[in-house]
């Protein structure tokens, strides 16, 4: 069954996705499309942000915005969910779903390197939720954080990256109990690897993809679109009562 054929009720909705220009964030932004959504994503990669709007058709009576956002300026990107926010008259999901997994060998990182590498793959969930917090609270939302798998088992020369990912472990469950009485569920997707073009192109060779399939349970790739399916359902009312959770999505690593 394709996204398409899907139906979660999305109609209307208001969706802000951070880092929708490529990988699972383009996933995600063409995935809420196609269920009806209001969807409004930001990225630093201009050229594919305007592509991939180009490219998607929303229903006659939706919108679809893109605005080029760095997320390591707060106000800028709290700006920009307020600016959605009246655009499309409601936020109902957000997802913090930018980051960056580059390596870094820990015996040189530095502490400029460590603070960078958080101020894109910790510090914009807290302050895109408590933005979008302020437009969800008359009639609910749905946030959702990208962890990864990675922060369960480990990788080398990646101990930036891993700590943030772990830390959005624990916001998700610090926010799920800070908002839920505003009707308000805070829950985490947890990757393992995803056959994006980036990981294809930089990471991976076909000696490691054998080793990653030895790994799990399920020895297919996981796809951009697998993980889009797992957000639909998480922002839809079909997981009404799901909040605080870190739903893992890994072909069986974990």
Same mark, same amino acid.
């Given at each position: 069954?394709?996204?398409?054929?899907?139906?979660?009720?999305?109609?209307?909705?208001?969706?802000?996705?951070?880092?929708?220009?490529?990988?699972?964030?383009?996933?995600?932004?063409?995935?809420?499309?196609?269920?009806?959504?209001?969807?409004?994503?930001?990225?630093?990669?201009?050229? =594919? *942000?305007?592509?991939? %709007?180009? +490219?998607?058709?929303?229903? /006659? $009576?939706?919108?679809?915005?893109? !605005?080029? &956002?760095?997320?390591?300026?707060?106000?800028?990107?709290?700006?920009?969910?307020?600016?959605?926010?009246?655009?499309?008259?409601?936020?109902?999901?957000?997802?913090?779903?930018?980051?960056?997994?580059?390596?870094?060998?820990?015996?040189?990182?530095?502490?400029?390197?460590?603070?960078?590498?958080?101020?894109?793959?910790?510090?914009?969930?807290?302050?895109?939720?408590?933005?979008?917090?302020?437009?969800?609270?008359?009639?609910?939302?749905?946030?959702?954080?990208?962890?990864?798998?990675?922060?369960?088992?480990?990788?080398?020369?990646?101990?930036?990256?891993?700590?943030?990912?772990?830390?959005? =472990? *624990?916001?998700?469950? %610090?926010? +799920?109990?800070?908002?839920? /009485? $505003?009707?308000?569920?805070?829950? !985490?997707? &947890?990757?393992?690897?995803?056959?994006?073009?980036?990981?294809?192109?930089?990471?991976?060779?076909?000696?490691?993809?054998?080793?990653?399939?030895?790994?799990?349970?399920?020895?297919?790739?996981?796809?951009?679109?697998?993980?889009?399916?797992?957000?639909?359902?998480?922002?839809?009312?079909?997981?009404?009562?799901?909040?605080?959770?870190?739903?893992?999505?890994?072909?069986?690593?974990?």
């Amino acid at each position: 069954m394709t996204i398409s054929q899907l139906d979660y009720r999305l109609d209307g909705r208001g969706v802000f996705i951070t880092g929708g220009a490529t990988g699972i964030g383009a996933a995600l932004v063409t995935a809420f499309i196609e269920q009806g959504a209001n969807v409004a994503f930001v990225d630093t990669n201009q050229a =594919a *942000g305007e592509a991939l %709007a180009q +490219a998607l058709t929303p229903a /006659a $009576d939706r919108q679809l915005r893109f !605005a080029v &956002v760095d997320v390591t300026d707060t106000k800028t990107l709290q700006r920009e969910i307020a600016l959605v926010g009246g655009q499309f008259g409601q936020l109902d999901v957000l997802i913090n779903n930018v980051g960056n997994d580059s390596r870094q060998d820990s015996a040189t990182l530095t502490e400029s390197d460590w603070l960078h590498c958080m101020s894109i793959n910790l510090h914009p969930a807290f302050f895109a939720a408590q933005a979008a917090v302020s437009l969800m609270k008359a009639n609910g939302g749905v946030i959702l954080n990208f962890c990864s798998n990675l922060a369960y088992i480990g990788e080398r020369n990646m101990a930036g990256y891993i700590t943030a990912k772990a830390g959005l =472990a *624990g916001l998700t469950k %610090a926010l +799920a109990r800070d908002f839920g /009485a $505003d009707g308000i569920r805070v829950n !985490a997707i &947890v990757p393992g690897w995803v056959a994006t073009e980036r990981q294809l192109n930089q990471w991976l060779s076909p000696e490691q993809e054998q080793q990653l399939m030895e790994m799990v349970a399920v020895p297919k790739r996981i796809l951009p679109e697998d993980i889009a399916r797992l957000a639909l359902f998480l922002a839809s009312e079909d997981s009404g009562f799901i909040t605080g959770q870190c739903m893992v999505i890994d072909g069986g690593r974990i």
